[in-house]
């Protein structure tokens, strides 16, 4: 995705976004409320070299099924470019069209919706080859219809021909939806989630036989899973996804034995393993994936990230900045006031205040006691290491809180609780053998000293 | 201490021309108190429909053909006053229960097994996400269910308990207040995780309770789990597909397949000691994250069809280990311990050793070494059969 090689990739991706404007109504409409576009994909670039499998990982709703569809111009690009083969995509001939529609293929996710319920096998199988003109009889179609069916282990084919999908089993249409993408001779293939409907059993099975076919048919892939093992499996290279930008790629081994974005490293923590037993570490990050159509600024991670950098004159520990940030972002979001506490500290309720706002909603193993004894409704001051300047603010905030003034509180905190992450957004540097879209890497890395993710750029 | 004995049990649904699927097929198995059980398999397996009949919550052509569901507690009416059953209800044989008080869930009668559900057993159904009714307040629903099955309770307290339950489970009690809309896909899990323990039951049954969730919050919600096991000391029966998801949460489980218990006992032994055919074929066929150049076999064939189906082991049409016994009828479940030791075929009189459901469990050692090959699970080897 680097381009380590001098071969000339055959697609490349240049700052690509895509937005989806949503509707109106009518409120809006009178009101004069500007539309608030989702950011399905926002600003990535990568480069998929000939012969490759790249792998798109991500959680729901990070971009990842339409970043494949741009590929394949199911969708147009709002802004960036796409060039297959040299040429852009946005801007074909009719003849170059068709021969592009020829030559990039989509495998989708749910073979149960994606046949045609009224069409057999050889009909479904078929049809690409009439309208791309590719057989001039119909016994050469079906001689090559035969063929393909054979290859994706279908066969012998004769049995399948005339079958309907609702005679077959998920694997078979699977399989049948495979053959359909192959039989046009393809040379990219876009695959969305090509198993996550499959039994495990026959996972293995259609997963071996796109491992075959690709030496066989000299194909490339981009193979999108939410499903990191099956991502490991299958890719020499990969790119993590979050909120619709790309903030980690390079060779999938690497990513995932030694995840350099914070949030490649939560990603992996979370996954449940077989082998790992009861000592697996568990996911340190804060809450749930934000809403796309307003995503948080700069680094889009950095409200969740355990390892947010603190500003250059912070003298406290970097967990009691992670902790000031927190508070900061609960009075953004009107989540705390007077009435998020229970009240029982009647001699301090400022401090009460604070002391919750300082939670952090991480796993147990990341907790300070007092957040356990109290069941995260608390923590001991005492045990937050927070600069005098910082401590000043926060419990100016809570007091502006509890007299109901919450723009107040948001400008005791503001120019003491500030980070890079949050205002201006990574642009792509090197770590090792990747490209990482984090602040913690490269010349901003210098006050990252005591995060958890070692400030190493290179090692390789 | 056994909770939930579960004994022969089988489920079918009847289809229009007089046959039935088989869905479940004398299966047994034993609950511990506070203890973690899963059940795992792939789609049609048998396994959402075996816990749902537990508590009769099967779709309208479902019944329970024959076995019983032994439960360590009974109907409230049936109780005396330190919650045990009666000695005149034991004695009288028109009643589900047995000398050690135990009550068959099985034959008790719709509106019987109301006041199980719920009180004794709750059910964190399979798309949880969507088990909230949208035109309440989710505080209200959970108070709903309180003062359902515990009327005598006050309005007043019901609710307090509802928001407790909340923070419990890490939302801010104020969001009771909120519909199901304005919750995260994370919070509306934990509420229904929170509405599930209303009424403070022994048993939990947990359907796929991760699986439309993404792998960070998945993380959290297992994490949940295993605290509330700890502070509640609830037994949780955990149906899944998932086996990683599995092997991380449970302390014995079971593994289903066309409606049989192919294999069951501890965990651990269930991963480290396989000893079934379909278990060790399973194993092979999923991917894991920490293992780089793995080589991933399947199995070959496709699941059988459960309607009226032939005699013989429900695997030996996918199975390379098949002998001509497997033909004749499905293996019953074997000690493996016993065949270890001794190479001999006992079944196992004990529900929770470790069990297996293969002719073929004497000669382990060699099945082991085959399935790791993959020329062993090629078509070929099993169409000659």
């Given at each position: 995705m680097d381009g380590t090689d001098d071969r000339e990739p055959l697609v490349e991706v240049e700052n690509v976004r895509k937005l989806f404007d949503l509707s109106q109504g009518i409120v809006d409409t009178v009101l004069g409320r500007e539309p608030q576009p989702v950011?399905?994909?926002?600003g990535v670039s990568f480069e998929i070299q000939r012969g490759d499998t790249i792998g798109i990982a991500g959680e729901s709703g990070c971009g990842k099924t339409t970043l494949g569809k741009l590929l394949v111009k199911l969708y147009e690009p709002t802004e960036g470019t796409i060039r297959f083969d040299g040429r852009e995509?946005?801007?074909?001939t009719n003849e170059e069209e068709r021969e592009f529609r020829q030559r990039v293929q989509m495998i989708f996710q749910d073979p149960f919706e994606s046949?045609?319920?009224?069409?057999t096998v050889f009909n479904t199988v078929e049809e690409p080859l009439k309208i791309n003109d590719m057989a001039d009889s119909y016994d050469e179609r079906r001689r090559r219809v035969k063929e393909v069916l054979e290859d994706v282990g279908?066969?012998?084919a004769d049995v399948y021909?005339?079958?309907?999908?609702?005679?077959?089993s998920g694997g078979e249409r699977q399989r049948v939806a495979i053959a359909r993408a192959l039989v046009v001779d393809p040379d990219f293939v876009v695959c969305d989630?090509?198993?996550?409907?499959?039994?495990v059993s026959i996972r293995a099975g259609v997963l071996n036989l796109m491992k075959r076919l690709q030496d066989e048919y000299g194909l490339t892939y981009l193979f999108i899973s939410h499903d990191l093992s099956l991502i490991r499996y299958m890719c020499g290279r990969a790119g993590i996804m979050y909120l619709g930008n790309m903030i980690e790629k390079g060779p999938t081994d690497d990513i995932i034995t030694d995840p350099k974005h914070p949030y490649s490293e939560a990603l992996f923590d979370a996954v449940p393993d077989v082998?790992?037993?009861?000592?697996r570490r568990r996911a340190n990050a804060t809450g749930e994936v934000p809403s796309p159509r307003n995503p948080p600024s700069g680094c889009r991670y950095h409200p969740r990230c355990a390892h947010v950098i603190p500003p250059d004159?912070?003298?406290?520990s970097q967990d009691a900045f992670r902790r000031a940030l927190q508070f900061k972002l609960k009075v953004e979001r009107s989540d705390?006031?007077?009435?998020?506490?229970?009240?029982?500290?009647?001699?301090d309720p400022t401090r009460e205040l604070v002391e919750h706002g300082l939670t952090l909603d991480v796993p147990e193993e990341y907790r300070s006691e007092t957040e356990m004894e109290t069941g995260g409704s608390?923590?001991?001051?005492?045990?937050v290491d927070l600069p005098s300047d910082a401590r000043e603010a926060l419990f100016d905030a809570a007091e502006a809180l509890n007299g109901g003034d919450r723009d107040a509180a948001l400008g005791a905190l503001d120019g003491v609780v500030t980070t890079v992450c949050e205002r201006e957004y990574p642009e792509p540097r090197t770590a090792g053998s990747r490209s990482v879209e984090c602040h913690l890497y490269g010349d901003d890395a210098t006050s990252a000293t005591d995060s958890g993710v070692a400030a190493a750029p290179t090692e390789d | 201490m056994t909770l939930l004995e579960v004994e022969d049990l089988s489920v079918r649904y009847a289809v229009d021309d007089d046959s039935a699927v088989h869905?479940?097929?004398h299966v047994s198995f034993d609950v511990e108190a506070g203890e973690t059980y899963g059940l795992v398999g792939e789609s049609g397996c048998g396994k959402t429909t075996l816990a749902k009949s537990l508590i009769h919550l099967?779709?309208?052509?479902?019944?329970?053909e024959s076995g019983h569901v032994w439960y360590d507690g009974t109907l409230p009416a049936w109780e005396d006053d330190h919650g045990e059953a009666k000695q005149a209800v034991i004695d009288?044989?028109?009643?589900?229960?047995?000398?050690?008080?135990?009550?068959?869930?099985?034959?008790?009668?719709n509106s019987q097994i109301r006041d199980v559900r719920w009180r004794d057993i709750a059910l964190i159904p399979q798309s949880a996400m969507n088990a909230?009714?949208?035109?309440?307040?989710v505080g209200d629903q959970i108070t709903e269910a309180i003062l359902r099955h515990?009327?005598?309770?006050p309005k007043q307290e019901a609710d307090d308990r509802a928001r407790d339950l909340l923070e419990r489970v890490?939302?801010?009690?104020?969001?009771?207040?909120?519909?199901?809309?304005?919750?995260s896909g994370g919070m509306k899990q934990r509420a229904v995780i929170a509405m599930a323990m209303a009424c403070n039951p022994d048993m939990l049954i947990a359907d796929?309770?991760?699986?439309?969730?993404?792998v960070i919050i998945q993380d959290r919600i297992l994490e949940e789990l295993e605290a509330i096991q700890e502070e509640f000391g609830v037994s949780i029966l955990v149906i899944s597909h998932d086996i990683s998801v599995m092997a991380e949460i449970c302390d014995r489980m079971a593994v289903m397949y066309g409606g049989k218990i192919m294999e069951s006992g501890r965990t651990r032994d269930i991963f480290e000691?396989?000893?079934n055919p379909y278990t060790l074929g399973l194993k092979n066929s999923f991917p894991t994250i920490?293992?780089?150049d793995q080589e991933l076999v399947s199995i070959p064939g496709t699941p059988p069809t459960l309607r009226d189906p032939e005699e013989g082991c429900r695997f030996r049409a996918r199975c390379?280990?098949?002998?001509?016994?497997?033909?004749s009828s499905h293996p019953p479940m074997y000690d493996v311990e016993e065949a270890i030791e001794t190479g001999r075929l006992v079944e196992a009189?004990?529900?929770?050793?470790?069990?297996s459901a293969c002719y073929r469990v004497d000669e382990l050692d060699t099945i082991r070494t085959q399935a790791t090959k993959e020329e062993t699970w090629t078509e070929q080897t099993i169409e000659s059969r």
């Open positions: 950011r399905a994909v926002d995509i946005t801007d074909l046949l045609n319920p009224r069409m279908l066969g012998p021909l005339d079958a309907f999908p609702d005679e077959l989630e090509p198993v996550s409907m499959l039994d082998a790992l037993g009861d000592e004159d912070w003298t406290g705390i006031g007077p009435e998020t506490v229970d009240g029982s500290d009647t001699s608390r923590v001991d001051l005492t045990a | 869905a479940v097929d099967l779709d309208s052509n479902g019944y329970v009288d044989p028109d009643k589900p229960v047995r000398g050690d008080g135990k009550t068959d869930l099985a034959a008790l009668s909230l009714n949208p035109v309440y307040k515990e009327p005598e309770t890490g939302i801010e009690p104020e969001r009771a207040d909120d519909y199901a809309h304005q919750f796929e309770p991760t699986t439309a969730l993404d000691e396989t000893s920490t293992e780089a390379p280990f098949a002998i001509e016994e497997c033909h009189a004990d529900q929770r050793a470790h069990r």
